[in-house]
């Protein structure tokens, strides 16, 4: 499935949770790889949104967080047909439903020149 959608501001908030060890070490336990600690968040076109709805309803992966930082589904995913990462899906947010965050080993905006207002084409696998 793809989705596309523009780079947005976050909260800040995700590099504190991804600097947790409690989903540190399970991101790069199931997902093979150490997340830079932060997210890219990205809202998604109208027309995607329900793409992910649908993806959130099916049976995806997830890191438990406990009940203080609430658990995470994820499923790997591909930047621009050319950064290996995950959308990740956090159960306590203050993201609306059409923003999706973006994990990856490095700083995609440093890595990538990507900023805010860039569009962007997350590809999830079936």
């Not at 780079?7 to 908030?13: A, N, R």
């Not at 995607?48 to 499923?75: A, M």
């Not at 999706?100 to 999830?124: C, M, W, Y």
Request: a negative charge.
């Amino acid at each position: 499935m793809k989705i596309k959608g523009i780079v947005v501001s976050g909260t800040k908030k995700g590099a504190y949770f991804m600097s947790q060890s409690i989903y540190r070490d399970q991101f790069e336990d199931k997902l093979h790889f150490k997340p830079f600690i932060g997210t890219l968040n990205v809202h998604v076109e109208d027309n995607d949104s329900q793409k992910v709805e649908k993806l959130l309803e099916s049976d995806i992966p997830e890191i438990k967080g406990e009940k203080t930082f609430g658990d995470v589904k994820f499923k790997k995913a591909t930047l621009n047909d050319e950064v290996e990462g995950a959308v990740i899906f956090p159960e306590k947010t203050h993201h609306s439903k059409d923003v999706v965050e973006f994990i990856a080993p490095q700083n995609l905006k440093e890595r990538f020149h990507i900023s805010d207002g860039s569009s962007v084409t997350i590809n999830i696998p079936d």
